[in-house]
């Protein structure tokens, strides 16, 4: 199969793990016959720094003409950066945002799971953690409140601002549609989070995430309000299977389901649209204060690169590779700084890389 | 002094809890040498059992002629409860949103404390819950996406659902300076949370909480975004004195916080508007499951009472004694069930409210 895999390095220590990323999927395409085309596109500072802007017309054509783009990381230090300075609608995320609407990337995948390996990391006591826990949070990517209309005025001299939160039916029915669709792979249970007995939008996601239940009788759904889910994350994890929800809750409870883990590195993205088009990403930030020291942590891209395989390629052996690898360099001890605990051996940026394409 | 005090004993546990608060206030009238005047107010689905709406003019203007109201809590099991075959404005939420508004209540407080006597319970690992917590929450509460526009169109067949979220600046700023006031009584520092990577209203909401601060010197200021803030409180809640942060915001990081405490039958809160009045609730629900088991934990609706009696009586030698009762009560060794742990003597809710009464 021939592979067409937009690359967007992105910034702080974007372009070193999206480098691992490549090893790791080039040792796949070499055992398994595959072969791969990479573009690098310009997002987020490195597209300011070179274009003026965060995106640009041609870095999302070249997006569009691949099969599936993968990211590193976008955006520099908020309190030091130049970019920062800029006005909001110029800084390195409205590039982000920008690429999500332009690709129609409204599912994003973001699974949140606690590694035996990496148990000892979890901030939460060995009681709850020892059940362990493997959740995938969908969130809704492109609605609600970061997407509706905005404005800040000022009238007889006091300044008011407006943001809006929308949802019609149909940009509700296809994420649930696809978050039942992952639940009848994984556990066929859904929790759906809104605050129902508050907002409209809410009450309107839960009418249509009913409907869309009736087609998926497997499947066990259940409705929990946003601050209760706040709360279940840390008290038992472990209830959850995949949890659905609109962009900003979702942005909020898979931060806060990330740091539950403990092991915020080893956490991919998937953003999807209608199609077998994604772009995948760490769920960690750009890091700038360790970019260029070969010291990040390289996985959560090289599984963001796994779930590209299996959800845009339909290579589920080839993903499976790339996860055992992780699995089997994990067993060996090698940790890079972030998860480094005693008795392993740590390792920089390029050499875990080197580690999990060998185990391929 | 006399105080004047509107009770709402609500629903589920409510009466109960709020009968051994009343039980404490006494005993604190008798020792103090104030006498107290209770008016019984009707809210939420005791309301509805009894007007048919969950909050009625009347019950506004008895809370409004009162000094203080204190309440027990509101609503029913949202599975079983008749109240939730109700239209959304009828159900027993409707009412404490709509009190809150008729009051003014802008400024919530709400204390995440972690008690050394209970710190078996967080759900944190000890290395991190070793070093204690003590925060409080400010939320804004009579704004943002709780109180703007909001409807449910069809078109075309398709169904929308519009909420907003607005903020101006006279809203922010008296809900900034409340909190950079309890800050200077406390740790001095202040943490703003919002999303202004995203939200016109929270770029707002972070130049006039920046605006506020200049009349704070002395009090440390940082922002932080609401999805790391929800990180933040699981990986290191030891960081945080005063969170300040907007309606929704709030309600989902206040009880992310209290479930970190791992007990919230021990956390209060207040609700005040501009004047000394306030509302004085526990934050816990109405657990109507345990309900008319005389096994509630009472605690948090007695703390509550204690900010009654600091905030709206400005007593404060009279709110330690509470306060001191409970530390006083917890290290000898009485617990409720929800908080007992091994070697402890297991008390029901008439007990440990007796027992802290006799310890004023
Ligand atoms: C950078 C920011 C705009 C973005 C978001 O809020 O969606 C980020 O937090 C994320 O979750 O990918
Ligand atoms: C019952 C509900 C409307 C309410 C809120 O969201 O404000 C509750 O969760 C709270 O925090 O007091």
């Known amino acids: 199969m021939e592979l067409h895999i ?20 080039d040792r796949v395409a070499e055992k398994f016959g595959h072969t791969i085309q990479y573009t690098e596109i ?7 720094d070179a274009h003026g802007v965060p995106l640009t017309e041609e870095a999302i054509e070249a997006a569009k003409s691949s099969d599936a783009v993968l990211m590193g990381s976008i955006g520099g230090d ?23 609407k332009a690709l129609g990337l409204f599912a994003n995948l973001r699974p949140a799971v606690l590694y035996d390996e990496l148990a000892g990391a979890c901030p939460l006591k ?11 949070i969908m969130r809704e990517l492109t609605g609600g409140l970061y997407f509706g209309e905005r404005k800040t005025t000022v009238e007889n001299g006091i300044r008011t601002a ?21 639940a009848m792979k994984r556990r066929k ?30 499947v066990e759904l ?63 930030g750009s890091a700038p204060d360790i970019a260029g020291k070969d010291i990040a942590n ?30 089997q360099v994990l067993k060996d001890g090698y940790r890079t700084s972030d998860i480094m605990s005693e008795g392993c051996k740590k390792v920089g940026c390029r050499e875990m890389g080197a580690l999990l394409a060998e185990r391929i």
Chains 1, 2 share one sequence.
């Open 222 to 284: 259940s409705h929990m309000l946003v601050d209760n889910c706040a709360m279940q994350l840390v008290k038992d994890p472990a209830q959850f299977d995949v949890i659905l929800t609109e962009n900003m809750f979702g942005d909020i409870l898979s931060d806060e389901a990330s740091m539950v883990t403990g092991s915020i590195g080893m956490l991919a993205s998937a953003s999807l649209n209608d199609t077998s088009f994604g772009l995948y990403e760490p769920s960690h």
């Open 126 to 136: 060995e009681e709850i953690s020892k059940a362990g826990f493997d959740m995938m």
């Open 6 to 25: 937009g690359c967007i390095p992105g910034d702080g220590i974007g372009p070193e793990i999206v480098g691992e990323a490549r090893k790791v999927l």
């Open 42 to 48: 310009l997002l987020g500072g490195a597209s300011i």
């Open 162 to 182: 407006v943001d809006t939160l929308t949802y019609n039916e149909n940009e509700i029915r296809r994420i649930a549609i696809k978050a039942f669709d992952i």
């Open 189 to 218: 249970k859904v929790t759906s989070v809104d605050k129902a007995n508050v907002l409209d939008s809410s009450r309107l996601w839960r009418d249509v995430v009913n409907e869309v239940a009736k087609d998926y009788p497997q």
């Open 298 to 327: 390289p996985i959560a891209t090289i599984l963001s690169a796994s779930m590209m395989l299996r959800y845009s390629f339909d290579l589920s052996a080839e993903a499976d590779a790339v996860d055992n690898a992780v699995k």
């Open 78 to 100: 908020a309190n030091t950066s130049p970019w920062y300075k800029l006005p909001p609608q110029k800084r390195p995320e409205a590039g982000l945002l920008a690429i999500r």
